[in-house]
């Protein structure tokens, strides 16, 4: 695929809705994360977004239409995607916060139950 004007711009719009969820129309003029960071998602909001939706447990990156996928090319897209995600800083999960309660009956037997092996 011979990247043009066209392609770059819906590379950089099908990147900024799988970061943000939102339809943004970028151009590759300006970098990504310059241009959503003046749309208001910088490296801290979208890391925010991206602990909501964890917490939601709920997909991030969002899901990206296929149509515009295929306009781009699936490698391509992929490929500027990891490469953004890691200029933002967001790479790899965020780490999963346990819960802050008392285990409960169910809980507190499976926990207590351990193989004949383990004693």
Known sequence: MVPDSATDTKLASALARALTGQQIELTLEVPVAEALA??????????ALRRERQHARQPWPFE?????????????FDAALAALRRDLGLTGLEPATPAHRRLNRDEQRLVADRPPHWG
Not at 39 to 44: I, S
Not at 67 to 76: C, K, P, S, Y
């Open 64 to 76: 990206v239409p296929i149509a515009d996928l295929r306009a781009v090319g699936f490698a391509r």
């Open 38 to 47: 003046r749309a208001g998602f910088d490296a801290v909001a979208l890391g």
